[in-house]
């Protein structure tokens, strides 16, 4: 295995929408026609979820929920619930949830992070302030709890869990690793609370008020832990591949936003841990990653030199090996189309563009 000696393994066992949704695993026509058609109900239902009487509140909750979006976490909530009934109502309120969590936590990650774009459209926090940007995310965790709140003490105590696992997430990215611990598990822990565990959320919802099995509730639940650290891995690489005006447009992200912002991805990491160990190609390229990259030419020759490292292709190689443990995982459910399109999913996440 690539990353062996590297990085901490994995653990062991469609088209979209024009508006932008996540594509839809296209492994049975008549179940991506369902999926899609409850996408449909996800955005009218998160539309009414946002409205509010107040204007400045309205205008602001609706900001990013009109930008679009993957709107994976629905998606895959959708998913799931083929593995019991589709139709049951609470399958819906879950997903919307879902989806508003993840909507709110992007509006304090962009106060946190300052960042002027979202979607390829002004953050927030550029268009408000900071203090509104804020007070938003908070009204839509409210609205999202309000939702659960539906759906029983049960998903109201998992969705605590969850929202818990993404304050600690981004705690810990912010202070970064103890002396004592090593960078590389910190950030896999990070990805883990950060991501996957509002993407197990979802499986796990969307199973759970589908009346399917505990059994298969829990194998979504740790499909979309796995699957959520493959996502945010492949991630770290696409920061290295985004470039020209049609990705900022795509993605709101050009090449290297995260190596000038500071941000750790597993491709610095993986150099740092290669430099103190004495290698001295690590060495020369930490000491370009470290230099004055505001200007876009320096910028870019970091960029490159990262890209072309072993350290980009043992990360990307890691993001595979999370998305075939997720994969791997499936094998607890019955075979057919709903597991194929899980499969193709997880697979997915790692050969994307964006």
Known sequence: MVTGALVPAPPGPASPRARGTAAVPDVDEALTARVLDGLDGVEAQLREAVRHTDAL?????????????????????LLAAHLGDPDDPGVLTAAVAVELVHLASLYHDDVMDDAPLRRGAPSAQAKWGNDVAILTGDLLFARASRLVAELGPLAVRLQAETFERLCLGQMHETVGPRPDEDPVAHHLQVLSDKTGSLIALAGQFGAQFSGAPADVVEVMRLYGERVGVAFQLADDVLDLSRSGEDAVARTGKAAGTDLREGVPTLPVLLARRASAGGDAEA????????????????????????????????????????????????????????????????????????
Request: avoid cysteine.
């Open 283 to 354: 060495a020369a390229l930490v000491e370009l990653l470290d230099a004055d990259l505001s200007g876009d030419e320096a910028l870019a020759t970091a960029v490159d030199a990262l890209a072309a490292s072993p350290y980009a292709a043992t990360a990307r190689e890691s993001a595979r090996e999370w998305a075939a443990s997720a994969v791997e995982v499936l094998d607890g459910l019955p075979a057919g189309h709903v597991r194929d399109a899980l499969a193709a999913f997880a697979r997915s996440t790692t050969e994307r563009d964006r």
């Open 57 to 77: 509140a309205d205008a602001a909750s609706r900001h990013l929920v009109e930008a679009g979006g993957k709107r994976v976490r629905p998606m895959l909530a």
